[in-house]
């Protein structure tokens, strides 16, 4: 019988009752993929979506302005989160989701948690569990419930230990510690809520793989995470091509709207309504002439233009 998800609550009976033979707090295959079961292609050995690397690759080059507006039109509301502190701002964070929920510490529950995962062969303290199931192109993405002071899910040990694992950073809704050894870490960034040099105390984990809060956002295993200044968006992994490909067609479509208003040939009136063939016919020919500027395959391309609506 399948189980439904109903939050924490059904998620912790199922990992505390019937699943003893299931790695230590992790959910289900089975119901991974029924959560993300609108997505169709590769799955990971643990269930959860495996978008492409060469879409990974590309959603670096997207907004998050574009994504945002792209989801928001499908009924995705609750996909990005802001106020981050950022350890390294010039470096952009792009991959698969690989989930974590933490929640403080209640001494009964920790113990069944530990004592199972001890027997499960994961040994340390639970902050560590995680970083044992990342994969190239992972990004680790906590639920610490915004803790800071004995929030610190991760210092320059684990967070080596992550980048060589993912060659990927983290998205923690918690504090790490270790700035300036994190900091020495090269390709490695993380967006926090804030750094402390506190110890982490008082905190457990209840859930790898699981669907999890960020801030105002929700996260599900496998979805893309697109971490940039304005903050992190995540999007889910059956719309990645679609998000993807529409931001790479608006900046495209920017950038010959502004350098048509540069030369003068069309006004913003123009530009900024329902285009007319002549604006199409002009596009197209700058398209022709700016081949390096186009991300994705003109096939692709032109396949989409075909089904827009301008």
Not at 52 to 74: G, M, Y
Not at 213 to 232: N, S
């Amino acid at each position: 019988m399948r189980v439904q998800f109903f939050g924490l609550t059904a998620l912790l009976a199922l990992n505390f009752g019937s699943l003893q033979s299931a790695q230590a707090q992790t959910m289900p295959k089975e119901e991974l993929i029924f959560l993300t079961s609108e997505w169709k292609g590769e799955r990971f050995p643990d269930g959860r979506p495996k978008v492409p690397d060469e879409l990974i690759n590309r959603a670096k080059n997207i907004s998050i302005e574009e994504a945002w507006v792209v989801l928001q039109n499908e009924g995705y509301n609750c996909q990005f989160d802001g106020n981050w502190k950022i350890l390294k701002d010039d470096i952009v964070i792009t991959g698969r989701a690989l989930t974590a929920q933490f929640m403080p510490s209640r001494p009964d529950v920790e113990k069944l948690v530990k004592d199972r995962g001890n027997k499960n062969g994961v040994l340390g303290n639970t902050n560590s569990w995680p970083i044992d199931k990342l994969s190239k192109g992972d990004v680790y993405v906590a639920d610490g419930f915004g803790k800071i002071a004995s929030g610190t899910l991760i210092g320059d040990n684990l967070g080596t230990s992550i980048f060589a694992k993912s060659g990927n950073g983290v998205v923690f809704d918690a504090s790490v510690r270790d700035l300036e050894g994190l900091s020495k870490i090269e390709g490695f960034n993380a967006f926090v809520r804030d750094f402390d040099p506190s110890f982490l105390k008082d905190v457990f984990l209840t859930g790898i793989n699981t669907p999890i809060r960020i801030g105002r956002a929700i996260v599900l295993p496998g979805d893309v995470v697109l971490a940039k200044k304005e903050g992190v968006i995540f999007i889910p992994a059956h719309m990645a091509e679609k998000v993807i490909l529409t931001a790479e067609f608006l900046t495209l479509r920017d950038k010959f709207a502004l350098q048509m208003l540069r030369e003068g040939k069309f006004t913003p009136g123009q530009i900024d309504n329902q285009w007319t063939d002549q604006l199409k016919e002009a596009f197209l020919k700058w398209l022709d002439g700016n081949p390096k500027e186009i991300p994705m395959k003109r096939a692709e391309l032109d396949e989409y233009m075909k089904k827009r609506t301008w």
